[in-house]
């Protein structure tokens, strides 16, 4: 081979091995750095997006864990409790739900600064999932004054899930806040006789809250 040869494959070696070398350095890079930051943020952030994604899978014994987890870390934390919150609705532990609700509520209620859209938001649903909670056990009128609460704080964020979410759960026309508590209004006036205030085919198209 002559010297001219040696020099190709000399040249070719090196860029082989400076390419394995930036593979390495990507694949390190992203494990000890890029990796790290998408876990930085507030104590239980963390936590509050895995058990997220948990709910939104329908295990609850796993985004319970996770809501857990990020409490303990930060005990106030919004996200977690508003979490928590549905968790324990999602399984039927009415009373305990309410509960939570009620705690969440009075927590942003107090510490939310009226520019703080994403606690305001927060505070919007927190009303908007308390009173789908009451609409389920009967309790229309306090149901409404919930939803009218949650309207007047934030109708954006209450307005109705979007299309991702009607996609996963297979219904285009979901119930919104808003029809719910139209709705609602409308047969609250009318004499008790004539009330339907239960529509069980419209009211498991009600999903839950998460700003």
């Given amino acids: 081979?002559?010297?001219?040869?040696?020099?190709?494959?000399?040249?070719?070696?090196?860029?082989?091995?400076?390419?394995?070398?930036?593979?390495?350095?990507?694949?390190?890079?992203?494990?000890?750095?890029?990796?790290?930051?998408?876990?930085?943020?507030?104590?239980?952030d963390y936590e509050t997006r895995q058990g997220d994604i948990a709910l939104s899978g329908g295990d609850f014994a796993a985004a319970m864990?996770?809501?857990?987890?990020?409490?303990?870390k930060t005990p106030g934390h919004r996200g977690a409790l508003m979490g928590r919150a549905i968790v324990l609705m999602q399984t039927g532990h009415e009373a305990d739900a309410e509960a939570a609700f009620d705690q969440l509520i009075e927590q942003l209620a107090t510490t939310t600064a009226a520019d703080d859209r994403t606690g305001q938001g927060a505070l919007a649903a927190a009303y908007a999932n308390r009173g789908i909670l009451r609409d389920r056990s009967g309790r229309?009128?306090?149901?409404?004054?919930?939803?009218?609460?949650?309207?007047?704080?934030?109708?954006?964020?209450?307005?109705?899930?979007?299309?991702?979410?009607?996609?996963?759960?297979?219904?285009?026309?979901?119930?919104?806040v808003a029809?719910?508590?139209?709705?609602?209004?409308g047969q609250l006036r009318l004499p008790k006789a004539e009330r339907r205030l239960q529509l069980p085919e419209l009211d498991q198209r009600q999903r839950m809250y998460k700003p």
Avoid: C
């Fill in 1 to 44: 081979m002559n010297g001219s040869a040696w020099n190709r494959l000399g040249a070719a070696q090196l860029r082989s091995g400076t390419m394995l070398v930036l593979a390495l350095l990507v694949v390190f890079g992203f494990a000890f750095i890029i990796r790290p930051m998408l876990r930085d943020g507030p104590p239980g």
């Fill in 65 to 72: 864990r996770h809501f857990e987890t990020a409490l303990a």
């Fill in 179 to 185: 029809k719910r508590a139209v709705y609602l209004e």
């Fill in 140 to 176: 229309s009128a306090e149901a409404l004054a919930d939803y009218r609460q949650s309207l007047r704080i934030d109708p954006q964020v209450v307005a109705g899930p979007g299309m991702i979410d009607r996609v996963l759960h297979g219904d285009p026309q979901p119930s919104t």
